[in-house]
């Protein structure tokens, strides 16, 4: 089955209002801007979608990426293990003014909540939080004499993925630490968009060393040249342009 996309706006053309979407990336390392951009081009034409949950390790630095989709108003809730990064003004004020909801979760459980959403596996325990404001109202068990707190997976709608190749199939690989969260979260979404920097033939990757395999991706899109989010920012860069 070729799961190759014509363009950007077809890739995103299915996200609709109140869905749980995963973004890749840790910071701009694996971010799919160009897709964030499309999802937010989307809206501007037509209003939806909004009243998103996006699951993501941050939120988002400058006015471009994840910060200029939470900017546009489109997010809900924001599930992110790190949101004071770099320069997260957007967040945060859209925070302090009461627009947006965070779930505040541990890098290490974030990424294990998404893997288990993968490989349904629906709670697992783990000592990180006990005893802390994140514990609360979580069942909590002792194993070998130690508490342990249960969480829960974490599954989502879709997934907007950064990958480096990518083949007809929907075969993947990473660039370097660009691999991150993506491949956790290509497993656990009910649908997994991906922008890749190429688009090879099958039989182009290396079936060895493929990391995402096509069974958990359903759409390709190529993007030549990406941009990296921390390059934008230095520039000033705002998504869109008339929101400068």
Known sequence: MDKTLPDLATAVAGIDDGMTVMIGGFGGSGAPIELVHALID????????????????????????????????????????FPRSADPVVFTEAYRAGAIELELVPQGTLAERIRAGGAGIPAFYTPTSFGTDLAQGKPVEEFEGRPYVQERWLKAD????????????????????????????????????????HIVEPGGIDPEAVVTPGIFVQGVVEVASPAQEEDLNRAGAVYPEAAA
């Open 158 to 197: 879709v997934a907007l993925v950064k990958a480096h190749l990518g083949d007809r199939l929907g075969n993947l690989t990473y660039r370097m630490a660009g691999r991150n969260f993506n491949p956790l979260m290509c497993m656990a979404a009910a649908q997994t968009i991906v922008q890749v920097s």
């Open 42 to 81: 989307r809206f501007l034409a037509t209003g939806h979608p909004k009243d998103l949950t996006v699951v993501n390790n941050n939120a988002g630095n400058g006015h471009v990426g994840l910060a200029a989709l939470i900017e546009a108003g489109m997010v809900r809730k924001l599930i992110c293990s």
